[in-house]
C-alpha cells in the first residue's frame, strides 16, 4: 500500500511528538530538584535512566516490529506511554517519578518503529523523501520539547508539562490507530530467535555495518557540542536557562536537510552525499570554535553542524532500509543502537574534555569524530570502485540475497 501524504504527516507529527517526551525533563532540573527536595545530582540520575530505558527498548521492543502487527505494536507502546506521563505528572516522590519516566522511556522507542514503518508504505522511489519527512518531524520534537518545557513550567508548573505530554501521546495513540494500515507480520520466530537475527543481520549485512559507524561518530560528534554547549551559553555569554533552551531552535535547519537528503536518496546519491554530509560536519567545528568568542560563528556552525548530522542520518537509513525489506525493523534496530551508544560516549567525552580543558578541547573531540568518519568514507569508496557489485535480488522475496 502507498503513503499518502495524510499518513505520512501524521507519522512526522506522531514522532515529534512522542520523542519530545524524552527530553521535557532536562531544562527542569533546578525545578525538579526543589519540588521533591533532591538533590541535582539525583535528578540527573533520573534524567540518565530516561535514556537508558530509551537504550533497553531500542534493543529489546523495536526488533518486535517485524514480528508483531506494527499499528497494535505501537498503540499499545503509546497507551503504556500516556500511563508512565500521567505518573510522573502525579508523582509524589522523585522514586516514583523516576520509576515512571524509565517507563516512558522504554516505551517512547515507538518512533523508532514508526520510522521503519514508513519506509515500508512509502511507493518505490519514495522511500528517501518519506523517511526524510518522519525524521524531520522527529528532530523538531527534540528541538522544541525543551523551549515548550520552560514556557508551560513558567506559565503553568512543572506538572503541566508532563500532562501535556500524557495528552499528545494519547492523541498520537488514537491518530495513529485511525490513520495507519494494519499490516500482517514480515516474520514468523521466537522472540530469542528475532533478537538473534538481529546480530546475524549485523554480521551478513556490510552497508550495515558500514552505516553504524558512520552513525555512531556523526552522534558522537553531535552530543559533544550539546553536551557542553549549555556551559559555554551560561559561563562565557551569561545566558540565563530560557535563553539557553531557545538556542536549540537554531538546530531547526537540519529538518530541512531532512527532506533534501531524501531526496538525493531517492535519486541513487545516498552513498556520496553521506561523504559530504560528514565533511560539512567536520567543518563546522572550525567556526564553532571560534564561537568560543563570536555567536554568529556559532550560530552558523551549529546549523552546519545539525545541517551535516541530519543528512547523514537520512542517507543512512534510506540505504539500510533497502537492505531486507522483510527485517526493517531489527535493521533499525542494529543501527539505532550503535547511534544512541556511541553518542552517549560522545556525550560523556564532552563533559570531560569541557572540565579539562575548556571548549577548545570540546571543539578538538567534536571534530575529531567526523574527521574520522570522512577518512572511511573515503577508503569505503576506495574500495567499491576497486570491487564490482554483486547482482541485487529483489527484496520482495523472502530469500532475498542481501543488497551490499
Not at 155 to 181: D, I, M
Not at 317 to 339: E, F, G, H, K, V
Request: hydrophobic share 55%.
Amino acid at each position: 500500500m502507498g503513503s499518502t501524504r495524510r499518513v505520512v504527516a501524521a507519522m512526522a507529527f506522531a514522532t515529534g511528538a512522542v520523542v519530545a517526551n524524552l527530553y521535557y525533563a532536562q531544562p527542569l532540573e533546578n525545578t525538579l530538584s526543589a519540588a521533591f527536595h533532591a538533590s541535582t545530582g539525583a535528578v540527573g540520575l533520573v534524567i540518565t535512566l530516561i535514556q537508558i530505558g530509551y537504550a533497553f527498548g531500542l534493543a529489546t521492543l523495536v526488533p518486535l516490529g517485524d514480528l508483531l502487527e506494527r499499528r497494535k505494536l505501537l498503540v499499545t507502546l503509546l497507551v503504556i506511554a500516556t500511563a508512565g506521563m500521567v505518573l510522573m505528572t502525579v508523582a509524589p516522590s522523585l522514586a516514583v517519578f523516576g520509576s515512571a519516566a524509565v517507563l516512558v522511556g522504554i516505551t517512547s522507542v515507538a518512533v523508532q518503529i514508526v520510522v521503519p514503518f514508513a519506509a515500508h508504505l512509502a511507493e518505490e522511489g519514495q522511500q528517501g523523501r518519506v523517511v526524510g519527512t518522519v525524521m524531520s518531524g522527529l528532530l523538531i520534537g527534540i528541538l522544541i520539547s525543551r523551549t515548550v518545557a520552560g514556557l508551560v513550567a513558567q506559565a503553568a508548573s512543572w506538572r503541566a508539562v508532563f500532562a501535556l505530554g500524557a495528552v499528545l501521546t494519547a492523541v498520537v495513540a488514537v491518530l495513529l490507530w485511525r490513520e495507519l494500515p494494519k499490516l500482517a507480520p514480515s516474520v514468523r520466530m521466537k522472540y530469542p530467535a528475532l533478537l538473534g537475527s538481529v546480530l546475524r543481520l549485523v554480521r551478513e549485512e556490510p552497508t550495515l555495518r558500514m552505516r553504524m559507524v558512520y552513525g555512531g561518530l556523526m552522534f558522537a560528534s553531535f552530543s559533544m557540542f550539546w553536551t557542553s554547549a549549555g556551559f559555554l551559553l551560561a559561563r562565557t555569554y551569561h545566558w540565563n536557562d530560557a535563553a539557553i533552551g531557545a538556542f536549540a531552535l537554531v538546530g531547526a535547519a537540519g529538518a530541512v536537510m531532512a527532506r533534501f537528503a531524501g531526496r538525493l536518496a531517492d535519486r541513487g546519491h545516498a552513498r556520496v552525499a553521506s561523504g559530504a554530509f560528514i565533511g560539512l560536519a567536520a567543518l563546522s567545528y572550525l567556526l564553532i570554535a571560534l564561537g568560543g568568542h563570536s555567536m554568529v560563528a556559532l550560530i552558523i556552525g551549529v546549523i552546519l553542524l545539525d545541517l551535516g548530522a541530519q543528512g547523514t542520518q537520512i542517507s543512512n537509513q534510506s540505504l539500510i532500509y533497502a537492505l531486507r525489506a522483510d527485517a526493517r525493523s531489527r535493521l533499525n534496530t542494529a543501527y539505532m543502537t550503535a547511534y544512541f551508544v556511541v553518542g552517549a560516549i560522545g556525550s560523556g567525552l564532552s563533559a570531560w574534555a569541557y572540565a579539562t580543558g575548556g571548549w577548545a578541547a570540546v571543539c578538538w573531540l567534536g571534530a575529531a569524530f567526523p574527521v574520522l568518519g570522512v577518512l572511511i568514507w573515503a577508503v569505503e569508496m576506495l574500495l567499491r570502485r576497486r570491487t564490482p557489485e554483486p547482482p541485487v535480488v529483489p527484496d520482495e522475496l523472502p530469500s532475498a540475497t542481501p543488497a551490499r
